[in-house]
């Protein structure tokens, strides 16, 4: 009776899935707050059956706009109902909050619902001690399957492997395959191949499903597989892995370990988040930001922010220190001191248009050593292009403002200069940066911006000195 | 005989494909020079043995470094070995450049050979008439199949989506089906999920074929298949096609016509390319480009970037006048001239970084209406905060310099003032425009130094004027 008083109390018009989103993508309103309403009256039977059942990247969404003190509440209700797969789609601040509040028993019974890919997702960003306890209530397969992957480096092909696949010996024939994937319950969720191993578990290649599909029951394995060409390393880093992926467009790989033997499968999935991440990583570095969230705290993204302002602060100075040396000029000629940012500022926005270019292009690797010059030559003719037409435009315009056709002559000058400047920092220093080592997007605005402004006053002001004849 | 000779002049240690490739992931140069001499002597017999076999993705990418001229003598000597899907690998420019040159018939052979979506993809190019004279000597169904692709509008899904793929009767058993793929030949080269439709297309669901595999011959189709809660209709913008496949760890999806009839299967190799594609799009945006190449010729290259280029100049100026207000002041005391760009590059600073983390947090959809609110309160604390740090920073620094500590108590305050602003700036200019329907991305940049630049120098100028008692 209470619990259909409850059922009564929360209606959704529609429990359609999808429907939880309107228009625009986002939670329809109504209904996050008639799940509002249901964490606050505790109304488990509601939430198991509207929010228990629903996709988990559509439920992390959900926990990610409730607030706080919401999600506990809602967790510990959705209780058994609640999918751990969700917390793979939650940021890394919202998962260890849900997480750190959860006994370890729950996370144990929790993740071993899950593959062993979102498994290690979850329990790698646990301190060692609830790791190993957590571990330890697992059964020993499960156990000795998310050991494994822990075990290899942060970022690995190993970290995001998924350690459930089928694999058959080359002698089976495909009606043999077949039976045993009818029979065999214990097969990992989705799979699109199947790999051919030794005795050793060492990989000999691999049949995609469709294959195994459209060929007779009597035709051997071993006369089907293909080579697995692209079997990675374990060890071998998440984005080059990811590269693989994308230049093969592959849907899932053989991941195996220093042995060649066959140890987990890659899938497009994964690696399709990985895409995302590091395109994300590019664009973050260039705006001076490093892999915040909007769920971290204030101070810690403050904190994160401060060096790269700081590394600014010291530039900015020695820009300063730049115009520093033509005080007596400024002094002489106030219109320098108005006109002086504007060399600067164009100078900044072209060098960062051909920053931008070579950073993706050095990601994509649509730059290399053998067109380096080439496009080297080729934007520092653009940049000559383009301060030919700005100087022109600039000329003009300053020097009728101040009617003083000579200052319109050596902003001209300078913005000529400045221009072709910005356009071979804009290429060079990434260029160099990743010549050595470094990531060219994390330190490139910064210094391509310094070369701009101090060329830019430099040029300007030292100009100005030397036509007027004013001595600094 | 002369074959022979031919074939040992030009000699590569190991022809396994990957090989082609060096440890820094680039061709290695030793293979692309045995490449550039076998094109200059017309070595038809090693280019199709040692270049005609690599993957498309492999032969795009030796397409794409070798000299234009080179291209076309490559595809020319490849003959019928040039395998048509490594132009789907390659800059837009560089396809166009090799398509052009090609004989309409040879194109319409290469196309007839690929899946109907790298098809499309190398057609939607052309100029209507060339896409009409290539698919008039095309067979029936391919024609019937590449037309209704290219109606659908560009970057829709229906202009991805292939228009091969398998379908059978719900009524079916799972034995007929596996019966079916053995024995039809015209079948997809990949699949991996078997739809079920009723005898007018209209789609019933679907199957993934691991799922077909765990099932026993006798089991009805309609018994196993899941209702297709993701199909995708044609005319969707591929972008919020991608959304979809990420959200829901999608391989490949049913594309629907308006009449719920599938007409294709989108697959998550194309949607990759889109999701890359996409991040790309808010990087270049962002840094002020558009869709450039490195193929692209320097004056078309010059041209998209001035008119951004155009919008800082008139920006500059509108911030060069702010200073002119204050000459009176500047001549008076010139350290101002020297200090007043060190706040408007903080400011500029700062603001870039709140500005990324809007875009890309709109662009993932990590904020909205529930949060907006919240994260604007949070930024302007952030800005705050370190507003502060740097404010004692740059005042004692610019007060020791000039040797006036009023002078640091100044630029102090307006950089508190300059990096609220900035803060704000950032989250509400990238939230107004996505509001309003622009792309965020493309003009935030603009707007948000804009606004620093304008108040840095109006704070730290008129705080001077109005505190040293000079009146402008």
Do not use: C
Not at 35 to 40: K, L, N, R, T, Y
Not at 192 to 208: H, K
Not at 304 to 320: E, G
Request: proline share 3%.
């Amino acid at each position: 009776m209470a619990e259909s008083e409850t059922q009564t109390r929360h209606e959704v018009t529609d429990s359609h899935g999808s429907d939880i989103y309107g228009e625009d993508g986002a939670i329809r309103s109504s209904f996050l707050a008639t799940v509002g309403a249901a964490i606050a009256d505790r109304d488990v039977l509601f939430l198991r059956s509207h929010v228990g059942g629903l996709h988990p990247s559509e439920l992390g969404h959900i926990l990610e706009v409730l607030q706080p003190e919401q999600r506990q509440a809602l967790v510990q209700l959705l209780g058994e109902d609640f999918n751990f797969a969700a917390l793979t789609e939650v940021d890394e601040a919202i998962r260890l909050q849900i997480v750190d509040a959860l006994p370890n028993d729950q996370i144990a019974e929790g993740v071993q619902e899950l593959d062993s890919d979102d498994a290690v997702y979850i329990l790698e960003d646990l301190d060692q001690e609830d790791q190993e306890e957590i571990l330890a209530k697992l059964p020993f397969t499960e156990r000795i399957r998310l050991r494994r992957s822990l075990e290899y480096p942060e970022e690995s092909a190993g970290r995001r492997m998924q350690t459930e696949f089928v694999a058959v010996p080359p002698f089976w024939t495909i009606g043999q395959t077949i039976d045993y994937m009818r029979e065999d319950h214990d097969l990992p969720d989705h799979f699109s191949q199947v790999f051919v191993i030794d005795p050793t578990f060492r990989l000999l290649g691999a049949i995609a499903l469709d294959r195994v599909l459209r060929t007779g029951r009597n035709v051997k394995v071993e006369d089907i597989m293909h080579e697995t060409r692209h079997a990675i390393p374990a060890t071998m880093d998440q984005e080059e892995a990811a590269q693989i992926f994308e230049q093969y467009d592959l849907l899932s790989a053989a991941v195996v370990d220093e042995n060649e033997r066959l140890v987990g499968v890659l899938t497009i999935d994964d690696v399709v988040d990985v895409i995302q991440a590091e395109a994300e990583e590019d664009l973050m570095r260039m705006g001076g930001v490093g892999d915040e969230e909007l769920s971290d705290s204030v101070i810690a993204t403050s904190r994160s922010r401060v060096p790269w302002l700081l590394v600014n602060l010291f530039t900015a100075f020695l820009s300063a220190s730049v115009i520093g040396l033509f005080e007596a000029t400024i002094q002489e000629m106030v219109a320098l001191a108005v006109l002086m940012p504007i060399v600067a500022s164009m100078g900044g926005n072209a060098a960062t248009q051909t920053m931008t270019v070579t950073v993706r292009a050095i990601a994509t690797r649509d730059i290399d050593i053998y067109n380096a010059s080439r496009v080297i030559r080729r934007e520092a003719i653009i940049g000559l292009l383009n301060g030919l037409i700005f100087a022109v435009l600039i000329g003009l315009v300053a020097g009728g403002w101040f009617h003083n056709p000579q200052l319109g002559g050596i902003i001209a000058a300078a913005m000529v200069i400045n221009m072709l400047a910005a356009a071979l920092a804009g290429i060079l220093i990434p260029l160099l940066l990743h010549r050595f080592g470094a990531d060219p997007a994390i330190a490139s605005s910064v210094f391509v911006t310094t070369v701009t402004d101090v060329t830019g006053f430099l040029a300007f002001l030292g100009l100005a000195t030397w036509w007027f004849g004013v001595h600094p």
